[in-house]
């Protein structure tokens, strides 16, 4: 496919449709059952995910955690600047950090905190900025003072403290651990203790693994996407106890289930077929720019749990290259159609589609 097939990835949708803020309690959000193999579709609620998976089977989780990336500092004439730290991109290491910013900037400005910290602009590439920070405190400290959850666009957020902490919480999975994002995986966001306690009882184990989510999952497709066949780039973690229970399910032809897209892209990375054609995963920490689009034939996960996502997006195209795999009857923009007319909520804090 190529950049004009996206036009077929388009909908129409209500804006009343777009939640604003997450429901409570987190697993109260509704559940859009599609079984491929039988065509037909269930509307459920995500407390009763267990009933819809078979027993055994194995859920990838992303354990990142979103960090509150958007700051507010000073310039040096007192004028405000806003700065957009892309923890995603740090790397162990490096002694600068790459941001955006929102007005002009240059190499040797000073950009403060109300502290009297500041990041020192080093230099500039293409729309980057590289700033080093000077403070007592680490930048995660610093973020966590100073910084705001970085949510998108369509979502309200308040500006008093109050706000901000609660949105710290909500914005996150109950099992984010490790790494930096500037995204919530927001298909984990359903997640709560009974859910888990369920899936436990049905004998489902899960596995965690890391993707950083960066800007670059809300970027529109380019030419140079499908030219190329690499999306962004986002840095990937899978241990080798993740990648051995994971090797162990295939084996023993238990479901893995991927819990979002950013599992999914990250499960692709690291599987490969032996020489029997049994699949495998590796052990790996690294960079990944894999673009899944259709057509494309996974070799990683048997189900896939996703929200509602913005038209016109890889995310779309990943799921869409899932159901085509599955040999599903009907696309994606159907399904999002039927889920529309259900008046189901997309996006961010939406509620949440199982392909199985």
Request: charged share 25%.
């Amino acid at each position: 496919m190529d950049l004009s097939d996206l036009e077929s990835y388009d909908y129409k949708l209500p804006e009343e449709l777009i939640r604003k803020r997450g429901v409570e309690p987190r697993d109260s959000a509704r559940l859009f059952v599609y079984d491929t193999a039988e065509n037909l579709v269930v509307h459920d609620t995500f407390a009763n995910l267990s009933d819809h998976l078979p027993k055994g089977s194995l859920l990838v989780l992303n354990e990142t955690r979103v960090v509150p990336a958007r700051l507010v500092l000073r310039k040096e004439t007192g004028g405000k600047i806003e700065v957009f730290v892309l923890a995603n991109e740090i790397r162990n290491g490096e002694d600068t950090v790459p941001v955006l910013v929102d007005r002009k900037c240059v190499p040797g400005m000073r950009l403060s905190f109300p502290d009297g910290s500041y990041f020192e602009v080093v230099s500039q590439r293409e729309n980057r900025f590289f700033v080093r920070p000077v403070s007592e405190m680490a930048l995660g400290e610093l973020l966590d003072r100073y910084g705001s959850t970085p949510i998108p666009h369509y979502l309200e957020n308040g500006n008093e403290a109050d706000e901000e902490m609660a949105l710290r919480s909500r914005y996150q999975t109950v099992f984010a651990n490790a790494g930096a994002s500037v995204a919530a995986p927001t298909a984990s966001l359903h997640f709560t203790e009974k859910v888990f306690d369920r899936l436990r009882e049905k004998g489902a184990g899960a596995v965690r693994i890391g993707l950083d989510v960066g800007l670059g999952t809300f970027s529109p497709l380019r030419r140079e996407h499908f030219e190329t066949g690499r999306l962004h780039r986002e840095h990937v973690t899978v241990s080798a106890e993740a990648a051995t229970r994971l090797s162990e399910a295939k084996r023993k032809g238990n479901a893995i289930v991927a819990v979002g897209t950013t599992a999914l892209r990250t499960l692709e990375t690291v599987v490969q077929t032996d020489e029997s054609g049994v699949a495998r995963f590796a052990a790996y920490e690294g960079e990944t720019d894999i673009f899944i689009r259709p057509p494309y034939v996974f070799l990683s996960a048997d189900m896939l749990i996703t929200n509602f996502h913005l038209p016109k997006s890889s995310l779309m195209l990943l799921v869409e290259a899932f159901l085509r795999d599955k040999g599903a009857d009907r696309s994606l923009v159907s399904l999002y159609e039927e889920a529309i007319r259900e008046s189901y909520s997309f996006y961010s804090f939406g509620d949440s589609m199982l392909i199985r």
